[in-house]
């Protein structure tokens, strides 16, 4: 089946910066990758996603990547502000039925 | 914006003992799924329901686990005689067709005791 990995683990930027989390993926048949924002105590929320024949999306300040090649896509939070800290999840689907997530990165931005 | 709702928010249990956990989906989508994440880990798979009946299911969900929709809009996980082990956050969630992001309820936190 799919795996998914993501680095860091943690994450600690000075507000104003930007911020970077890269997941990687196994199998080429994934063709949609989306991200969630957790926050403490709270449900995962979709904040964006891209499908395999899109290289790059934005959304304000937030970004992702996809290497279809490389197997590897990229979550970019610019400009991020405290309210950016969260627990943000990738995942990988081959247009199945489950998501495959990776293990979070925790993200502080501090003020 | 619709919301995935789900009950209780937090239940505590007895080990041995049977829970129901509840969801209402987004009216309008047609996949259903139960994921689980035990504190600080990943969010796992359990299952997904399609059609009034069970598409998929991951290793985690055996027999102790079943799942159904007893009307149109509940969507229910048993799990019987729990386990320590058992004590996760358990999300619903659901989507409208594939190929797009599921939208997750706010969880129930099972803790078994």
């Known amino acids: 089946g799919e795996n998914v990995e993501q680095h860091p683990s943690t994450l600690s930027v000075q507000e104003g910066d930007s911020a970077v989390i890269k997941c990687t993926y196994s199998?080429?048949?994934?063709?949609?990758f989306p991200w969630y924002k957790q926050e403490l105590g709270k449900r995962p929320q979709l904040i964006i996603d891209?499908?395999?024949?899109?290289g790059e999306k934005k959304d304000q300040r937030i970004a992702v990547t996809l290497n279809k090649t490389a197997k590897h896509f990229s979550l970019h939070i610019t400009e991020t502000q405290p309210e950016d800290s969260a627990v943000y999840f990738c995942?990988?689907?081959?247009?199945?039925?489950?998501?495959?997530f990776g293990t979070g990165t925790s993200l502080t931005v501090i003020p | 914006e619709p919301e995935v709702t789900q009950t209780p928010s937090h239940q505590v249990t007895q080990m041995g003992q049977e829970v129901i956990l509840r969801c209402v989906p987004i009216?309008?989508?047609?996949?259903f799924y139960w994921y689980r994440q035990i504190l600080g880990q990943k969010v796992e798979f359990l299952v997904s329901?399609?059609?009034?009946?069970?598409?998929?299911k991951s290793e985690i969900f055996d027999d102790q686990f079943s799942v159904e929709r007893p009307d149109g809009s509940n969507f229910t996980l048993k799990i019987r005689s729990t386990k320590l082990e058992d004590s996760a956050m358990y999300f619903c969630?659901?989507?409208?067709?594939?190929?797009?992001?599921?939208?997750f309820g706010s969880g129930t936190r099972l803790t078994v005791v």
């Open positions: 969630a659901s989507r409208a067709s594939y190929n797009y992001g599921y939208t």
């Open positions: 199998d080429s048949a994934s063709n949609y």
């Open positions: 891209i499908r395999s024949n899109v």
């Open positions: 995942a990988a689907s081959n247009g199945g039925n489950q998501f495959y």
């Open positions: 009216s309008n989508h047609l996949y």
């Open positions: 329901f399609y059609n009034n009946e069970i598409s998929e």
